[in-house]
């Protein structure tokens, strides 16, 4: 039986205003994970380009050493020419060197020759920003260098 004949529904406004604002925290707090989820995929994407750019620097110096090799093989008889020390006064070692140092970012080239049928080549550079990095080989020519 219901006894509350005539009289209205009990007041509810003291849980409105204690609800009141309970829905902009709501989306502040939404807008704030969303923030950090930006930060987190921009953080991501700047740690993959620079990973992508040290591959590519990586690729450059093997296919630049490789072309030093090339050039030592087609060219047997003046190999002496193509010892770091020797290379700034011989044309082909000297375009070799200055694209070396064209394709990679503060790049240091060296040939050795590390025994009688050894040469080796390596490859400084430094990015900017970041820490020296070498790429070396080392390959028989097949003729008896200086």
């Not at 620097?57 to 090339?70: K, N, P, Y």
Request: proline share 5%.
């Amino acid at each position: 039986m219901n006894t509350n004949y005539g009289r209205s529904r009990p007041c509810t406004s003291g849980k409105r205003r204690a609800a009141r604002g309970f829905m902009l925290i709501e989306s502040l707090i939404a807008l704030l994970i969303f923030a950090f989820g930006v930060l987190g995929v921009v953080g991501l994407q700047a740690s993959m380009t620079k990973a992508q750019t040290q591959s590519r620097f990586r690729a450059d110096a093997s296919l630049l050493a490789q072309q030093a090799i090339g050039a030592m093989w087609s060219d047997t008889t003046n190999i002496a020419n193509y010892a770091t020390a020797s290379c700034a006064g011989y044309a082909r070692c000297n375009d070799w060197k200055t694209r070396v140092e064209g394709a990679l970012p503060n790049a240091v080239p060296s040939i050795v020759f590390a025994s009688a049928s050894e040469v080796q080549i390596s490859i400084r550079w430094t990015p900017p920003n970041d820490e020296q990095h070498t790429y070396t080989t080392v390959t028989a020519i097949g003729v008896n260098p200086p």
